[in-house]
């Protein structure tokens, strides 16, 4: 039985509802039949809806339907999507607008275009990062969302 999940990770959905800690609203799917696994979750059918519900409010996609076309929408049976969605702006000390940036897009808190291999936090002093230092390395994950999912999914760094 193969599985496809869906889950939030929002700082905003955090602030806004009063959580005290992380909380992650999780679904799992049957990744045959898109039918949902319900046991997984605490309460079972209960807690999945709940998380569904969560899910559905707070990200673009308001309905289970538009969840399940989006992991339909893999290439293969596995794999994983992630979507960056409602980034905040930046903006000047004062509280103004940064220039737009080459394609006339405002500048967000990530930036896609420092690293084609890779998503970065655009205030981060990337460049004391850089090199084969273990520390630089290890470092690394507080600014590049490729290595931290790599530390949360592959392995953890020998230096960590």
């Not at 969560?54 to 992991?71: G, Y």
């Not at 290595?147 to 020998?158: F, H, I, S, W």
Request: aromatic share 12%; hydrophobic share 35%; glycine share 6%.
């Amino acid at each position: 039985l193969g599985t496809a999940s869906v889950a939030l990770l929002s700082y905003e959905y955090l602030i806004k509802s009063g959580k005290d800690n992380i909380v992650i609203p999780q679904v799992d799917f049957n990744s045959a039949d898109f039918s949902p696994i319900k046991g997984n979750c605490k309460d079972n059918h209960k807690g999945w809806d709940l998380n569904l519900d969560t899910i559905n409010e707070w990200c673009p996609f308001d309905s289970r339907s538009k969840l399940v076309s989006q992991l339909r929408s893999l290439p293969l049976k596995g794999g994983t999507r992630i979507l960056i969605f409602n980034l905040w702006e930046l903006k000047t000390p004062e509280g103004k607008e940064l220039d737009k940036d080459q394609d006339g897009n405002r500048q967000t808190e990530l930036d896609f275009d420092y690293d084609a291999n890779d998503i970065v936090i655009r205030e981060a002093d990337k460049d004391k990062y850089k090199g084969d230092s273990g520390m630089k390395q290890m470092l690394a994950y507080e600014y590049s969302f490729r290595k931290y999912v790599e530390v949360l999914y592959k392995k953890l760094p020998a230096e960590f």
